[in-house]
């Protein structure tokens, strides 16, 4: 059993790492971790608990401690980050001298030699991790998982990728009020509304996306070529993010071969049967109505991304469209750097 703490633990996503880390058959929550004005407090007095699950008994007498290095216990091994971006590059830095920290926070996505990962896509980029240990002399190290609207995207996009030759994507994104954290957005500015920006969204999508789709060689990603547009967009849903996605190929192409492609994909975590992985990382359904956010965000504890309405765009040429969810605290945050952790656990520690 590996010993794990929680960086941010009293936030939402920090609470999400608690919910799908109780019970745990490799991991095991012995340190929670949050801002000093929770710190010295016993977690289950620290914490307005958001989650739907109660809250695990096995973390309700944990102390909270300080997010400092010397604070946290030495006998854990991995540390889960969900910390607020301007505190996280620092604090995550600090903590991967000693320790695997799997971070869902964007301070050090994209830097070099740290890993930016989904396991089904690009497991080979955790090769930066030897890299970065060098650089920074430590015996820890960083891995991030990307932004949640671009992990739900890629990962319908990688058999694509795999089979077909893309130009173009186009994706417009409907997402969820839970992606902006508990008091993130008023319900004054949500409640019969729809607002049409997500600061920084589009822009780590279009960047997050190609950078996973791309090759590593001799440490250096080369970004997936084909051109990718996004718009963001904050709706009243609770959980689960809704993308619709508009793909231009350069050859022409079977729908249903795009359909059995995207169905059948599996990956390094379904071979080794982690325990966060979903068994069908991509469902494809066929009713004309689906996926839902409400109906399909738990699809698979919440791991999976539902594909629906997979058709020919007969208004441009080789083009298919589609619409998708996932979820965006589960699969597109907390669940990410969990199975992160897991494949790391696996293959490296």
């Not at 909270?64 to 290095?69: G, H, L, N, P, Q």
């Not at 919440?302 to 080789?318: E, P, Q, T």
């Not at 589609?322 to 750097?337: D, E, K």
Request: hydrophobic share 40%; proline share 5%.
């Amino acid at each position: 059993m590996v010993n794990v703490g929680i960086l941010g633990a009293t936030g939402m996503v920090g609470q999400r790492f608690i919910n799908l880390l109780d019970n745990h058959p490799d991991f095991e929550v012995t340190a929670l971790a949050a801002s000093s004005r929770s710190a010295g407090k016993r977690y289950e007095d620290a914490t307005t608990w958001y989650i739907d699950e109660p809250m695990p008994e096995s973390v309700k007498d944990i102390i909270v401690t300080d997010t400092k290095v010397e604070d946290v216990s030495n006998d854990v091994e991995i540390v889960f980050s969900s910390l607020p971006t301007e505190f996280a590059a620092k604090t995550e830095r600090a903590f991967a001298k000693e320790y695997v920290v799997a971070s869902n926070a964007s301070a050090l996505r994209m830097e070099k030699n740290v890993p930016l990962v989904i396991p089904e896509v690009n497991p080979n980029f955790l090769e930066m991790i030897e890299a970065q240990q060098k650089e920074t002399n430590s015996d820890g190290f960083v891995v991030t998982n990307p932004n949640c609207s671009t992990i739900a995207l890629t990962l319908t996009l990688k058999p694509i990728i795999d089979n077909f030759n893309i130009k173009n994507v186009h994706v417009s994104t409907m997402q969820a009020i839970s992606g902006a954290g508990y008091n993130g957005v008023p319900s004054m500015a949500i409640v019969d509304n729809l607002v049409p920006y997500i600061g920084g969204e589009e822009e780590k999508m279009e960047s997050e996306t190609l950078y996973l789709l791309g090759s590593l060689n001799n440490g250096e990603v080369k970004k997936a070529d084909f051109n990718l547009s996004a718009s963001c967009h904050r709706v009243a849903v609770v959980d689960g993010h809704t993308e619709a996605v508009f793909i231009e190929l350069e050859d022409e192409f079977d729908i249903e071969d795009v359909k059995n492609k995207m169905s059948s994909y599996k990956s390094i975590p379904q071979e080794l049967n982690l325990f966060s992985a979903p068994k069908n990382p991509i469902i494809v359904r066929e009713e004309e109505d689906r996926p839902q956010p409400r109906m399909d965000r738990n699809a698979e504890n919440g791991m999976s991304v539902s594909v629906g309405r997979l058709r020919k765009d007969n208004a441009f040429d080789n083009s298919f469209k589609y619409v998708l969810v996932g979820h965006n605290t589960i699969r597109g945050a907390a669940g990410a750097s969990i199975l992160n952790a897991e494949l790391i656990n696996d293959k490296i520690l």
